[in-house]
């Protein structure tokens, strides 16, 4: 089912045109292993899911051991992950090298686990504009977000409303270009009710068997608590109180839609949750 499912993806991301900004994701290994983890595939999976282009694959082994075995130890991880690469039909031709150990001047028993591992260099995908929306579309996409967010102000204490108008790039903690109209609406909401407190909530899709999600950006897992706190740190830097917010990702821990059959599923899980957590008349005083 997975295989199945990262087929469409791949062939969709041919249509992209791919920029010059390069991305580097690395996967470790155990000592003495080329296997690869069920965590570390799932964040190549992401490079197909967010239709990115792999350069080249590069090999490495930690001090222990000789020169000789490390190289060739070296070769295998990266050659393990391209047959990997095969498998979910993301490239057939891209050059994987052992580039041997890694010296290391401090000395440790066990060695270094950071230096056991494969980066993958990729090529990062240019976002695809959206096409422009006529000034009397965009009004009505407003005006009915508008109406949501007033739905904030009749919340309890504990109650949440998702915000999917508010998405982001794939494998990104970027907002995209058309979501940021609604952030400002959101903004303008919270500095004329300056009676609530809120969390934001940070939910990712697609990766249900790892804690949360691969970031393209700041390069860790912590995706969905990356684009919590990219809303709050936008909130916070137009003027909104930081004592009157906080933020959380939850990862794919909570899923609306278990398990994914479309792209309906995915956008549905892959959303934004505003929580109202107090209500005040001095909670901006």
Do not use: W
């Not at 792999?54 to 075995?69: E, F, M, N």
């Not at 952030?183 to 899709?205: A, F, N, S």
């Amino acid at each position: 089912m997975r295989l199945r499912s990262l087929l469409f993806p791949a062939i969709l991301c041919k249509a992209f045109t791919v920029s010059a900004q390069t991305d580097t994701l690395r996967v470790h290994f155990a000592i003495n292993s080329s296997v690869l983890r069920t965590n570390d595939k799932k964040l190549i999976d992401s490079l197909v899911l967010n239709c990115y282009s792999v350069k080249s694959i590069l090999g490495y082994a930690d001090y222990l051991g000789t020169a000789t075995g490390n190289q060739i130890l070296s070769e295998q991880r990266a050659e393990a992950v391209k047959t990997y690469f095969k498998t979910i039909d993301l490239t057939f031709d891209t050059p994987a090298y052992g580039m041997g150990m890694i010296k290391n001047s401090v000395d440790r028993t066990l060695g270094n686990p950071n230096d056991r591992r494969v980066d993958i260099i990729a090529l990062r995908p240019a976002p695809v504009a959206p096409p422009s929306l006529k000034p009397t579309t965009q009004d009505s996409l407003n005006e009915n977000f508008k109406r949501k967010i007033e739905e904030l102000g009749n919340l309890s204490v504990g109650d949440a409303l998702q915000f999917s108008e508010l998405n982001f790039y794939g494998g990104r903690h970027i907002l995209t270009r058309q979501s940021m109209p609604y952030l400002d609406i959101l903004l303008d909401y919270l500095r004329k009710h300056t009676d609530i407190k809120i969390e934001i909530q940070g939910h990712v899709c697609c990766s249900f068997n790892v804690k949360d999600g691969y970031d393209f950006d700041s390069h860790d897992s912590h995706l969905s608590v990356n684009r919590a706190k990219a809303i709050f740190d936008y909130l916070a830097g137009q003027g909104i109180k930081k004592s009157r917010m906080r933020y959380r990702g939850f990862g794919a821990t909570k899923p609306k839609i278990y398990p994914e059959q479309s792209k309906a599923d995915e956008d549905a899980n892959r959303r934004v949750e505003i929580v109202i957590t107090a209500k005040s008349t001095d909670t901006d005083k």
